[in-house]
């Protein structure tokens, strides 16, 4: 019995773009002639023929956004590996490349260019995993730095980012080469292109998300972070993302709280080298001033502001007494890693706060400055150094505006007291008695 024949790989394109969105192309037989196969281009009905290849590859480039073409090639039961041509602008070119092909007995498809480069991202789906980066062909899924998401959350995640859902039905049993584009593109105009679409044997795969990746760096390592725990469905403060290569855009939920925050967003985690400032600045003169090569910030992000109480970031496995010392400060309305820092329970340490660290001789704390930390006081007892540390960081705090000691006036002439006095002096202050 004859296996039955496998269609050619303009064959199959022709019966996508009957059902989806491709890029508009002619395909060409092999022979010197150049046989035309099949067309689809806008403003022509599908399968039109043209007088002459001449005239079929001038019409596409005509109709192409970039005014460029690719030629693909390939065999009779052979459909990839083919020689590949990039970026065709000339006619007379494009035609020395199909007679080449052709006299190699090979077919060949004329496509538009679609610019890889647009800020959207290409890939494959199958098995119910959308993998993808920007910046690339569907084939980027060969090499290391992909996104690889399951289904519904790369929907909703590149329906966040790009304002659309993409044209992705997640069908088992299929494999789908795909790209998504910020501009309207391809035969119907639209922002999903399919290049490939396969039957498969039924698979399911597992995603396993792990960043930095190529789309991380596009959007800002931190933006990208916070768009996977909204999507978990974490509690991430309203965000909006302004980007250098990609359109604004917003998530997560309002705090109440009427402020905003400013977040310099790089490409990469570079702690302690960029700022995060409270209040609005013009986020284009921020990227100018912060990173004016445009190599390092990708993005500003501007986050609605979080209670002192609730902000800051915390150790898992912190000691109980260190937890409850950090809770403390943020009761006093100060920002954990900005006005203050515990060892062992803050995750961050700020430029310039106030440090409490746990030793072999007890419990230091410090002023820290520019990296550097002049130590304050030592104590074997934590409650000695809890009222100077908590003390001294609501007088830093106070300084910038926020905590319990704005408006107070700070105490001059103790430089001679014993540590008793000014540990009494410290808790008198903290419990509002002086």
Known sequence: MLAPMVPLKDEMLSRLAAQANVAQFVSFGPGGDLPQRHSCLRGHAPGHRFASAGDAVGALLSLASGGSVNVRSFRAGAPKGGPFSYGLTRRDDVLAVLRARAGDGLHTIANETVDVHDGGVSGVALGGVVEFAPGDT????????????????????????????????????????????????????AHTILWERERVDPVT??????????????????????????????????????????????????????????????????????????????????????????????????QEGVGARWSGAALPDAPAELAE??????????????????????????????????????????????????????????????????????????ERGRGSYVGRSQAVGTEDWTPAQVVAAYERRLLGES
């Open 205 to 302: 795969l597992a995603p396993r998300l792990t960043w930095p990746n190529r789309f991380s760096r596009l959007l800002g390592d931190k933006a990208f972070g916070l768009l996977v725990a909204d999507l978990l469905g974490l509690p991430v403060p309203a965000t909006t993302v302004v980007g250098r290569r990609v359109a604004p855009f917003s998530f997560g939920r309002p705090t109440g709280s009427g402020e905003r925050w400013l977040r310099t967003c790089p490409a990469e985690p570079v702690p302690g080298r960029f700022p995060t400032q409270r209040g609005w600045r013009d986020p284009f003169a921020l990227l100018a001033a912060e990173d004016p090569s445009g190599a390092d910030v990708v993005a500003v992000l501007a």
């Open 325 to 398: 010392l950090r809770a403390d400060a943020l009761d006093n309305d100060l920002l954990d890693g900005v006005d203050f820092a515990v060892v062992g329970a803050s995750a961050s340490i700020g430029d310039e706060c106030i440090v409490l660290e746990p030793g072999a001789d007890g419990y230091a704390v410090g002023y820290r400055d520019g990296g550097v930390t002049r130590g304050l006081f030592t104590s074997r007892a934590l409650a000695q150094a809890r009222a100077v540390f908590l003390d001294e960081a609501c007088w830093l705090g106070a």
């Open 138 to 189: 569907p084939r980027s899924v060969e090499s290391p730095g992909t996104t690889a998401l399951g289904h519904d959350h790369a929907m909703a995640l590149l329906r966040t980012v790009y304002g659309f859902t993409p044209g992705l039905d997640g069908r088992p049993g299929e494999r789908i080469e795909f790209s998504i584009h910020p501009l309207a593109a391809g035969v119907r105009q």
